[in-house]
């Protein structure tokens, strides 16, 4: 039987690196949903097109290349797996998330991709849209502070600096944004089990999901 599992939540809830493990340990694809609207925010920024120009975004959603290859996530022939992580594209990915004609061709990818094969995807509105009909659903949640904190830490691993606050403010701000946007705005699947991953190491997460999995 063909596993599809949904991993949803907000920003720093662990989801990318628990999903990204559960995936090796069970030998399945993964497949990360925030890094398909990062790498449209990063092509919109990139030819500065304003998000109220639904004419030009529909253009650019008609090229658009993503692929993920074994070396890296590839926007339009480019490796731009470090860009996408920057503080310009994170700051811009919520608005444009947003916009309901990207939701539909990310969506429509992503159904795409899941289609014939066992798989584990991480983001907002998969267990909700994506795969409504998902084996298992599962939903991260942790502390504002907690979240905050890993941030800090995967930041600094990568030499750059930000405050806990700011990273506080950020947070807040994509929480809010992400939560309250018209379309598929982040919330609680009725059938996915939440699990609160503030007092959790993330090995007890993985192994929390894998067993549910194999049960
Ligand atoms: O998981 P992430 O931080 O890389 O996600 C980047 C943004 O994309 C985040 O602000 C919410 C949005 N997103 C979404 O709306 N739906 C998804 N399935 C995945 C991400």
Redesign the pocket.
Known sequence: MLLSIAV?GP??SG??TVAKAVADALHITYL???????MV?LNIIRESIDLKDIDRIQKLLDNIVIEFRSDGLYLNGENVTEE?RNNVV?NA??G???IGII?TK??AM?QEIAKGQSII??????GT??LVNASHKFYLVASVEERAKRRMRDFQAQNIHMTLEELIRDIES?DE??MN?DI?P?RQAEDAILVDTTSMTIDEVIEYIIQEVRS
Request: glycine residues 8%.
């Open positions: 949803d920003a720093g989801k990318s990360d949903t925030g890094a398909m609207y990062r925010t996408i994170a990915v919520s444009v998330a947003a939701r990310m969506v992503q995807m991480d983001g907002r509105d998969i849209h994506v994509r944004q992400d946007r598929s982040l």
